[in-house]
């Protein structure tokens, strides 16, 4: 049996996404998601599964950023899970007395209306989790009178729900993706997702679109990119990119092998099936047998024949 670590500790959306993504594995609960991901660098868990972005709130930016300056992983999986917020209380607090909130930041900003609207004044403070939060309020000790969590973390930590459906919108999702230390890639499947993280060489004008023509030229539609910031000065980002397709496609094989030229580094994060299904679009010219017809022209025009 295989053991993925998570951001725990148990009841958070993470554990969710984990029992969906692999319902037979053991789970290892981590205190945040770069100790997830440790775990997994050191042999401790055979994968994790962590968040990756928010319909609502964007780039969980810690995923990110461990994704490109830790030791490489290879992201396996996807999943997209509906995230549905819970007010929780211990059984002898009422509405009224909140005065004081914890939640994971990201739960914070998804519930920043109704917290406004009905907690006027409410203190938030953050926790590394939302579970971890509901876990804070079940002691009685605690300087908190109020959590914002999964409603399984209520059942488990003894608290009582005194709102449900609390997020801001009814239809967020969360991305998690399942990471292992190592491939074999997933076999690519017509509807797959290809994640690379891309530093640039030097600074120039023009830096940006260079690498999007990779893709351009190629026919493959990009999913999501964002930048991060290098840490080197106002000004220096990197980039993470998200593209339709399968590494084991050529036109997504040439992309990549095209950013490796013109990139100073290339991070090749995992080629994967997609949660939804949809297949990758392929524009005229851009299919494999188009690239193979294309290469073996090339080599019968070399030697003369042509
Ligand atoms: O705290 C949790 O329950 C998590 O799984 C983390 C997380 C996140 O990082 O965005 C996951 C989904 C929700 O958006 C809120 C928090």
Redesign the pocket.
Known sequence: MSKLAY?GPE???????LRILAPDAERLPCAN?GAALDAVRRGEADGAVV?LE?SL?GA?TQ?LDEFAWGEPLLIVAELL?P?EFSLLVRPDTEMRQIKRLIT?P??HT?CRNFIERELPGAVVIHA?????AAQEVSNPESPYDAAI??AI?GELYGLTEVASGIGDRTD?V?R?VQVSAHGPLPEPTGADRTSMVAFLKDDHAGALLEMLSEFSVRGINLSRIESRPTGDGIGRYFFHFDCEGHVADARVGEALSGLHRICGDLRFLGSYPRADQVPTQIRTGTSDAEFAEAADWLTRMRAGQI
């Open positions: 951001l009841g958070t959306f993470c554990e969710a996404a998601v968040p928010n709130e969980i995923t899970l995230v994971h990201a739960a998804q590394s989790s939302t579970a971890a969590s999964p973390a967020t969360t998690f």
